[in-house]
């Protein structure tokens, strides 16, 4: 975090130290939430009628995914006043009395071989009435989606946005076995359903997801130096998109998915280029002696933010897609780097330096006003989730990389712990195409 390159030279630094385990689970622990987090009470699902037990607790997955929001607090478990599974057996009192605002009821049926109907409803504990109710079937191998969904569809219909928890991310891990090896990993939001995209003996850097939720485009060192590739999720196919001569980095995909923006050295010193990913048409953007890195692109698609310190310390600046004068954008401090842009496009979320501590921090771009949002000191990789309520970033603590998620408010942060691994270069998927 110290080296103005941080993408071209500092991860490089931090990928060589990288420690741990590659299947090693995620556990999230709250570490903070909003004082005015609404109250709601997540039932245990009935699952009396299965033949055998769940290989997944449905209502807690949506229990932990509400609280992770910051905007809900779901109540504990050993609190729960009742264990009613249909609003007909709700005595609405006793949640008026536990404080309850909402309650989530549901249950499970089965209906073939591995294959399971799940129903639930959302009930107002102060109107006394269902604000909504669903029937999904699931297979095994899905019920962590659907607990997901759950959560998703309740998250919107209390606060009118829409949720982002049955969505994915994406980090760099580290193992250290008899050798190392660095691990590309996609998980669910909640750390869980880990899969591995590439293993490699030499680092890899930048994941960027593309907008359909498909594809990866990622830097990769196998062959003793930084290229960038393409790697699609589902077949595993790959295409080496960028093998210039000198440094290839920070691939960033439009958002039509028809471009990449990435760092090439090839002419000089590292500048902003973009590629299009059909004729592999390189369009140079930006040519200074100082080092222009991290691209990514603005929501409109019309422009691109990045970071350079041809100012004399690190900031972030916007350039056309059609190239000329770049615009500074940040002035607040000496050090603003790694820009990711809210899906809106009016805020930006920023790796921010104070007195030689390195924050997570959010800038206003209609008002100017720049918002620390973390208290830690090392903190990097903001990433904003595709509802814009939360960023997700890597923190350090000794030699190990760990991933937190903020409310865009800063009032709640949750943490996504490895106990032994080293996890870095997080970055939030987009919402799945259907």
């Known amino acids: 975090m110290l080296d103005k390159g941080l993408k071209i030279l500092g991860v490089l630094i931090g990928l060589a130290v990288f420690s ?22 997540v039932v245990p699902f009935d699952t009396s009628r299965l033949p055998s037990k769940l290989p997944v607790d449905i209502a807690q997955i949506v229990a932990n995914d509400l609280n992770r929001s910051g905007e809900l607090k779901a109540m504990e478990r050993a609190a729960l006043p009742a264990t ?9 009192a006793r949640w008026r009395n536990a404080k309850q605002d909402y309650l989530v009821v549901g249950r499970v049926f089965p209906k073939s071989a591995g294959v399971y109907i799940i129903e639930f409803q959302l009930l107002d504990v102060l109107k006394q009435k269902q604000l909504l109710g669903r029937r999904m079937e699931a297979k095994t191998r899905n019920l962590r989606s659907r607990a997901h969904q759950i959560s998703d569809f309740i998250y919107e219909q209390i606060t009118g946005t829409r949720g982002a928890f049955n969505t994915r991310i994406a980090f760099v891990r580290a193992q250290k076995d008899a050798a190392r090896k660095y691990v590309l ?20 850097m930048s994941p960027s997801w593309s907008p359909d939720g498909k594809s990866l485009a990622y830097v990769s060192f196998e062959n003793q130096r ?18 210039f001569r000198g440094l290839n980095s920070a691939p960033s995909w439009s ?17 902003v280029y973009t590629l299009n990913t059909s004729t592999k048409r390189l369009k140079r953007l930006t040519t200074h002696r100082s080092i222009d890195t991290e691209p990514v692109w603005a929501a409109d698609g019309q422009s691109i933010i990045f970071t350079s310190d041809r100012s004399g310390s690190p900031q972030l600046y916007a350039v056309g897609v059609d190239g000329g004068r770049p615009k500074r954008l940040t002035f607040e401090g000496k050090y603003n780097t790694a820009a990711s842009l809210s899906p809106d496009g009016r805020y930006i979320a920023m790796v921010h330096a104070e007195r030689g501590q390195y924050k997570i921090a959010q800038l206003d771009r209609e008002t100017g006003a720049l918002t620390v949002l973390t208290d830690s000191s090392l903190d990097e990789s903001p990433s904003f989730s ?9 923190s350090t603590s000794g030699n190990t990389g760990i991933l937190y998620a903020v409310s865009v408010d800063g009032r709640a942060r949750h943490r996504l712990s490895d106990q032994s691994g080293d996890i870095r270069e997080p970055v939030w998927g987009p919402y799945q195409s259907k």
């Not at 009613?84 to 609405?92: A, E, I, M």
């Not at 790697?231 to 790959?238: K, V």
Request: glycine content about 6%; cysteine-free.
């Open 185 to 204: 990993q996609v998980a669910d939001t909640d750390g869980f359903n880990a899969q591995n995209v590439l293993e490699s003996d030499e680092p890899i």
């Open 386 to 394: 595709p509802n814009g309520k939360m960023v997700l970033y890597a």
């Open 226 to 243: 930084p290229e960038i590739y393409v790697q699609h999720l589902a077949t595993a196919r790959r295409t080496k998109v960028a093998s």
């Open 84 to 92: 009613p599974h249909y609003s007909n057996q709700v005595q609405y």
């Open 20 to 41: 741990g385990q590659a299947s090693a689970a995620l556990v999230i622990e709250i570490t903070s939430g909003k004082v005015s987090a609404l109250p709601i009470a």
């Open 255 to 271: 958002p039509d998915g028809k471009y990449l923006a990435l760092v090439l050295s090839k002419d000089g010193s590292p500048d």
